[in-house]
């Protein structure tokens, strides 16, 4: 579950390809049914959603359709549907009104000539998610979002389920244009630096055991040699005693600190080695993604969702 703040800014959960594409797919006809307000197609969107969404105080609202004569729509009763699944969350559904029709202009100018706010009360301080179908120029949403915040909601977050896309192929082989090294750098390297630090920690560790097995050492003999003005035999062996045991405590804490070591180089290893397996796991759903298995929708955190982003 991801709470309201940590959701991207934009999420999509697949790709749209129009029917006129040689890529139309099963996703893509799952999403049309939706725009037909099939219950199927509404409850798989809406399980979909419940996998991400954390019960938060935040208001749901949704772009209205083109035609100002019907306000209902799929993506609405979507919507509706998701405020009755969280206890928390506030029915905005209805928030934005077509009061014009579009008449199929997509201009950002026309979205704002056409679409007003029927209830500012349900959004205003709050934070909102903005639910639509398809995004294809994404003037609609940028309109939406303009008007939500001139009448006061605190911050906007965009959930969409398909993307237009009309190159399925290109996109396939940008993903797989990807080096694995050069994409998970950055976590690598905060790896590596955490790493870095946790053995200079241990290393300080180290040189204070020293010091403070030596300082042992040097009381011992500073005792001795107070207290025994000539030579005893005895006396040396008692001291010969002492040296070792402070030579075995020091051996032994000195083990733990090596074990610890290796449990952490060992922790570090299994991390870099679950960051390879989950940048493999994220390459593979967004070829699922792409293929349209209407079964397969991005991972919130699929970091691929943000490259087609400008698509």
Known sequence: MKLFDNLPNLFYLGFYCPQS?????????????????????????????????????????????????NQSSGIRDLAKQLVKSYSK?????????????????????????????ANSSVIKNKKVILIDDVLTTGNSIQACKKLLLEAGAKEIKVIVLGKTMRNVGDAHDRIDQEEEEEFLKETIDNLNLEYYWIRQCYEIEENSLKEEADNHHIAVDECYNDCYSCFDPDDMEELQKQHEIIDEIYDEKLSEIYKKQEEEYSCYEDQKIMSSKWYQHMVLEAHLVLEGDSSTCFSVDNPFIFYFKDW
């Open 21 to 69: 594409s040689d890529y139309f797919n099963k996703y893509s006809n799952t999403i049309l049914e939706l725009k037909n307000k099939k219950e199927d197609s509404i409850n798989f969107f809406l399980k979909e959603i419940r996998n991400f969404l954390s019960d938060e105080d935040i208001s749901i609202a949704t772009v209205p359709p083109g035609k100002s004569t």
């Open 89 to 117: 969350f506030t029915d905005a559904v209805f928030c934005l009104e077509r009061f014009k029709d579009s008449n199929g202009d997509r201009t950002m100018e026309n979205h704002l000539k056409t679409i007003k706010i």
